[in-house]
Every structure is written in structure tokens, then in C-alpha cells.
């Protein structure tokens, strides 16, 4: 019955007046009740000996209509307090988990993975709210009620009291027999919970490819097979829970029942009156009900403690970030990177004593096969992660010496698929700048060559572009992705192979696009078109997480390596009208 959680106590900041505040309602509650059950056995008393008067009578039933009264009050208040702590609880959770998702790196983010974070934030705080609203008052007030009660009652009886107040000390130590098997079974439950939620999600992310393949019916099969593994794991804890009921009950109304059998002895052999009787009556089935309701919690909260795990999984996640020289180092213009290292964690190197200078005001292309780290060494620049060794500058200053807010303010970047939000156009161009004027949001698609098409559009600006973008074709959500960039005025671009995903058309338009910026500002492109990145002054060539070769094309062209054989092949099967690499 005793749940103790470290985790999350330590994130019960700014809960505990709440917590105690519910605590002392049900003492004030407890406190009306015995005051209720006294009253009334000595009503009943006074009737049975013939002395009650009329005025008696009157004024005994005002005081317990009035206690009633401040019981019932005391019930509301611990509903609206139970409540607001909840609802803090909800918040402060959510908002902590948010906080430490914001601050982790896109590779911490990918290891804890959309379903997890899914339900934690979700179904992992819904069920630790419990804890602080149900369970951490229902423990505090476990602990004060029997002793209040056991006061109450023992200048009547001291030996129904002791014998209630043993009772209900072995129930604490029977209960945590059931909890240590529910809270095993608790943490399967969130696991199946988890793996339930994540391949649903995928499902639904992957709807399309199952139908094109004709698997949506074995998908749906295997989607019945988790969904019944979890309802087995609900069943398996509701059995537990049932057993633990059922014992401890027998208990509790063994207990009550014991004291009823005695408190109608002593009054049959004159120990006790009648009014003594009523109230040992009376008050010792309220001598359980503090244990009943911490029972009651108990369960509940142990999906809380189960969830914690999670939480506390990605709480525990090391968000610092290498930090490096504030000042100017040198005069430098652009970005120099000298002998970079980096590995995803668990896995091998990725990139490997990287030596690069990108000059201000150019045009640098990285290329290279698939896998080389091409992605890699764009998601180093826009510092989604730090390397693990080696320097890096941005004109002149040290790259970990700028925050990733302040180095985003100077560099973005166009992924090779962009994300658009439900909304209106107006809203995912003004994600970049909340601020922008009309004047600016139309510049920046004119400059993507857009501005014609959405002055088109029935609403302009404030057309709806659907679900994700579901009513833009591919091309149109990158040029919008690229006209976003743009309001962004930073110097420095990336395009991370901005048009793979995008139909022949839309591909020479975007180019065109980029080719118009590399007028004005300093862009970095990875691209698998080779042909488009010829005129770009510096060509990098990458190989197994390495630099192998770095200048224009004539001269790559010249040193008859990677670059040369790459650039031969596609146009060989550009020629037959293949597939391009």
C-alpha cells in the first residue's frame, strides 16, 4: 500500500498545498463524521432512557444537520481541490516532457520514437495525475484517521479499538503482498500499451503502402492479434485487483462485523450504553474507509508509477550541449569545420576527420552515394547534434559558443521532405516569421514562383491547405517549404535534397528557384541530380563518411575519381531514359 516513487516526488513541485490542502478536507470531513455519529448515539440514547425532550431533541438535530452540513461542504471542497490539482498536475507534466523533448537533439528524439512520447505525454500523465490528486492525500490521511478514530473510540472501548486499529495494520502489509504482482503486471501493461500505440500509428501512417501491396488485411489481422494481447494484460491486472478485493474486504467486514458482536455483548451485560453501542457501531466501519479509499488509489496509481518509467526515460535524457569559446576567433568568413568526428549512438562512425571550408556568398554542392553521411554533416550544421570531436566556425565565431536558436537565426534549412500544418497558407509561412506583413509573405513567393498561383486561390493567403498539405502537390509544399526559408533571412540555406520528391516540372522550377538565391545568399546543397549542381562553385565529394575530393566540377571532372564515375553513370542512364541515381 506504501508507494513511494522517487521520480515522482521530485516532480511533484508546486503540488503539495494542494496535496495537504485535500489531506486536512478529509480530516475535516472525518472529524464531522465522528461528530455526526456522537450526536446522533446520544439522541438515540436519551430516546431509550425517556429522558429527551422536546428542546433536547430540536437542538441535537440542528447540531447534526449542521455537522452534515460542514461534512457535505468538506466533500465538495476535496472534489474542487482533487480537481485543480489534477488539472496542475496534468499541466505541469505535459509542459515538463514537452520542455525535455524541445531540448533534446533530433538523434535523442528518434531513439525515443513518436509512440513513446505519444504515450507518455498522453496516457503515461493521465494515469500519474492519480498519484498527487488520489493517492499521496489518500496515504497522509490513511495515517491520521485510524489514530484520530482509535482515539475516539478508546475512552469507549480500548479493546475494540486496539482490535480495529490491528486490523487494519495487517491490511497494509497483505496489500503490498497483491502490489508487488500488480506493479509487474502494470508494467507489462504499458509496454503492450506502447507496442499497441506504435504499430498503430504506423498503420495509419502506412495505410497506403499496405493497400498498394494488398497486406492492409494482414496488417488489420496482426493490429487484432496486439490489441487482444493487451486486453489479456487488462484482464490479468483486473484479476489481481479482484483477489486483493476480495481479501481485504473479508477483513474489513470481519473487522466491523467483530465489533458489532462486541459492542452487543458489553450491552446486553451493561459495559457499555446504548448510545456507546451505536457509536462503536457507527464509527467502526468509518475506522476502514481511509484504508478502502488508499486501496482503491493504490491500483490506479500503480499505472502511474508503471508510466513513470517512461517519463522518466526521457526526463533522464542528457540534453546539455558541447560548449565552445564566446568571442571572435578569427576574421573568417563562412563556415569551417576541422577534423570532425561523429558516430550515432550504438552504431558505428559516421563522419571521420572532416576538413571543410564553406565560403560566404557561394554555392557549395555535397554529393556522394547514398549512406556516405551527406545528411549527416547537414544535420551537424544546423547543430541537431554535436560531433563528438573536432571544431567547427561560422564566421569567425565558434559554432557551440551560439545557442541552436541563435545559430538558426543565421542558417536553415529546406529537408528533403517539408512538413506543412493544418491551416492556412498565411500560418505555415508565418511559422518562420510570426511577424511578416503581406508585403514580405507575397516577396518570398514570388521568389519561389508561387505568388501567381495562390493570388488564384479563392481565399489567397488564408486558403486552407488542408490536412498536413494534403491539398498542395508535392512540388507546391516545397516551394512553400523554400518561400518559408526565405522569410527566415538567414544568410546561409541548406537544401537537403529539396526536389527527390518531386515530379520532373516542379524539379526544374525549384532549381530554378535555387539558382536565383545563390545571387543572394550562401546556399548549401545536397542533391542527387548531378547535372543541376555543376555550376556550383565548390563540389564536395563524400565517400564512407569522408571528404574524398573538394572543387568545381571541371576540375573534379579532371581528377577522373568518384565525382567523375558518378557523373558518367547517371548521364549514361539519363540517356536511356532510366532511372536517375
Known amino acids: 500500500m506504501l508507494l513511494i516513487n522517487r521520480t515522482l516526488l521530485k516532480m511533484a513541485k508546486g503540488l503539495w498545498r494542494w496535496i495537504f490542502l485535500i489531506t486536512a478536507l478529509k480530516m475535516v470531513?472525518?472529524?464531522?463524521?465522528?461528530?455526526?455519529?456522537?450526536?446522533?448515539?446520544?439522541?438515540?440514547?436519551?430516546?431509550?432512557?425517556?429522558?429527551?425532550?422536546?428542546?433536547?431533541?430540536?437542538?441535537?438535530?440542528?447540531?447534526?444537520l449542521l455537522v452534515a452540513l460542514l461534512v457535505l461542504v468538506s466533500d465538495l471542497l476535496i472534489g474542487e481541490a482533487e480537481y485543480r490539482c489534477t488539472a496542475k498536475a496534468r499541466r505541469g507534466l505535459r509542459n515538463g516532457i514537452m520542455q525535455k523533448i524541445l531540448e533534446l537533439d533530433v538523434g535523442q528524439i528518434e531513439r525515443i520514437g513518436p509512440s513513446s512520447a505519444i504515450t507518455s505525454a498522453v496516457d503515461?500523465?493521465?494515469?500519474?495525475?492519480?498519484?498527487?490528486?488520489?493517492?499521496?492525500?489518500?496515504?497522509?490521511?490513511?495515517?491520521?484517521?485510524?489514530?484520530?478514530?482509535?482515539?475516539?473510540?478508546?475512552?469507549?472501548?480500548?479493546?475494540?479499538?486496539?482490535?480495529?486499529?490491528?486490523?487494519?495494520?495487517?491490511?497494509l502489509p497483505i496489500n503490498n503482498l497483491f502490489r508487488s504482482h500488480?506493479?509487474?503486471?502494470?508494467?507489462?501493461?504499458w509496454d503492450s500499451l506502447e507496442d499497441l500505440t506504435q504499430y498503430y500509428?504506423?498503420?495509419?501512417q502506412g495505410l497506403v503502402?499496405?493497400?498498394?501491396?494488398?497486406?492492409?488485411?494482414?496488417?488489420?489481422?496482426?493490429?487484432?492479434?496486439?490489441?487482444?494481447?493487451?486486453?489479456?494484460?487488462?484482464?490479468?491486472?483486473?484479476?489481481?485487483?479482484?483477489?486483493?478485493?476480495?481479501?481485504?474486504?473479508?477483513?474489513?467486514?470481519?473487522?466491523?462485523?467483530?465489533a458489532g458482536i462486541l459492542s452487543y455483548i458489553g450491552l446486553q451485560h451493561g459495559i457499555y450504553t446504548f448510545a456507546d453501542a451505536l457509536m462503536i457501531f457507527m464509527l467502526s466501519s468509518g475506522f476502514f474507509t481511509s484504508y478502502r479509499q488508499l486501496m482503491n488509489t493504490t491500483h490506479t496509481a500503480l499505472a502511474g508509477v508503471a508510466a513513470t518509467s517512461k517519463v522518466d526515460a526521457i526526463l533522464s535524457l542528457d540534453a546539455s550541449r558541447r560548449q565552445g569559446e564566446a568571442g571572435c576567433l578569427s576574421a573568417e568568413q563562412?563556415?569551417?569545420?576541422?577534423?570532425?568526428?561523429?558516430?550515432?549512438?550504438?552504431?558505428?562512425?559516421t563522419l571521420s576527420g572532416?576538413?571543410?571550408?564553406?565560403?560566404?556568398?557561394?554555392?557549395?554542392?555535397?554529393?556522394?552515394?547514398?549512406?556516405?553521411?551527406?545528411?549527416?554533416?547537414?544535420?551537424?550544421?544546423?547543430?541537431?547534434?554535436?560531433?563528438?570531436?573536432?571544431?567547427?566556425?561560422?564566421?569567425?565565431?565558434?559554432?557551440?559558443?551560439?545557442?541552436?536558436?541563435?545559430?538558426?537565426?543565421?542558417?536553415?534549412?529546406?529537408?528533403?521532405?517539408?512538413?506543412?500544418?493544418?491551416?492556412?497558407?498565411?500560418?505555415?509561412?508565418?511559422?518562420?516569421?510570426?511577424?511578416?506583413?503581406?508585403?514580405?509573405?507575397?516577396?518570398?513567393?514570388?521568389?519561389?514562383?508561387?505568388?501567381?498561383?495562390?493570388s488564384s486561390l479563392p481565399e489567397g493567403l488564408d486558403e486552407s491547405v488542408g490536412d498536413a498539405g494534403a491539398k498542395l502537390s508535392g512540388g507546391q509544399k516545397q516551394k512553400i517549404g523554400i518561400a518559408r526559408a526565405l522569410l527566415c533571412e538567414a544568410e546561409y540555406i541548406i537544401f537537403d535534397e529539396a526536389t527527390s520528391s518531386v515530379d520532373l516540372r516542379s524539379e526544374n522550377e525549384i532549381w530554378q528557384c535555387i539558382n536565383d538565391l545563390a545571387k543572394i545568399r550562401t546556399l548549401i546543397i545536397?542533391?542527387?541530380?548531378?547535372?543541376?549542381?555543376?555550376?556550383?562553385?565548390?563540389?564536395?565529394?563524400?565517400?564512407?563518411?569522408?571528404?574524398?575530393?573538394?572543387?568545381?566540377?571541371?576540375?573534379?571532372?579532371?581528377?577522373?575519381?568518384l565525382y567523375w564515375r558518378l557523373v558518367n553513370e547517371q548521364a549514361a542512364l539519363e540517356k536511356r531514359g532510366g532511372l536517375q541515381v
Open 209 to 258: 503502402t499496405f493497400k498498394l501491396f494488398l497486406q492492409d488485411h494482414e496488417r488489420e489481422k496482426k493490429l487484432a492479434e496486439k490489441s487482444h494481447q493487451f486486453n489479456l494484460k487488462i484482464m490479468d491486472v483486473m484479476k489481481v485487483n479482484f483477489s486483493s478485493f476480495l481479501v481485504t474486504d473479508g477483513l474489513i467486514y470481519t473487522g466491523v462485523t467483530l
Open 201 to 204: 500509428l504506423e498503420s495509419v
Open 334 to 349: 563562412g563556415i569551417i569545420l576541422k577534423e570532425v568526428d561523429y558516430a550515432y549512438p550504438g552504431r558505428q562512425r
Open 526 to 561: 545536397i542533391s542527387h541530380r548531378l547535372s543541376t549542381i555543376a555550376k556550383a562553385d565548390q563540389i564536395v565529394v563524400m565517400q564512407d563518411g569522408r571528404i574524398v575530393d573538394c572543387a568545381d566540377h571541371v576540375t573534379l571532372m579532371q581528377h577522373g575519381g
Open 29 to 64: 470531513s472525518l472529524v464531522g463524521v465522528a461528530i455526526f455519529a456522537k450526536t446522533i448515539s446520544r439522541l438515540v440514547g436519551e430516546i431509550d432512557h425517556l429522558s429527551l425532550t422536546m428542546q433536547g431533541a430540536m437542538q441535537a438535530l440542528g447540531y447534526a
Open 354 to 454: 572532416i576538413n571543410l571550408h564553406i565560403p560566404k556568398g557561394k554555392v557549395t554542392a555535397i554529393v556522394g552515394l547514398s549512406g556516405c553521411g551527406k545528411s549527416t554533416l547537414a544535420g551537424l550544421l544546423m547543430r541537431f547534434f554535436d560531433p563528438q570531436s573536432g571544431s567547427m566556425q561560422m564566421d569567425g565565431r565558434d559554432y557551440f559558443a551560439l545557442s541552436p536558436q541563435t545559430l538558426r537565426e543565421h542558417l536553415v534549412m529546406v529537408p528533403q521532405s517539408v512538413s506543412l500544418f493544418s491551416g492556412t497558407m498565411r500560418e505555415n509561412l508565418c511559422l518562420a516569421r510570426p511577424d511578416a506583413t503581406d508585403e514580405e509573405l507575397w516577396e518570398a513567393l514570388r521568389l519561389v514562383r508561387l505568388d501567381d498561383w495562390v
Open 182 to 189: 500488480i506493479e509487474r503486471l502494470k508494467g507489462e501493461y
Open 124 to 171: 503515461g500523465v493521465e494515469a500519474m495525475q492519480v498519484y498527487y490528486s488520489k493517492y499521496l492525500p489518500g496515504l497522509l490521511y490513511c495515517l491520521l484517521a485510524p489514530i484520530y478514530l482509535f482515539y475516539q473510540l478508546q475512552s469507549i472501548s480500548l479493546p475494540i479499538a486496539g482490535m480495529l486499529l490491528a486490523i487494519g495494520w495487517v491490511l
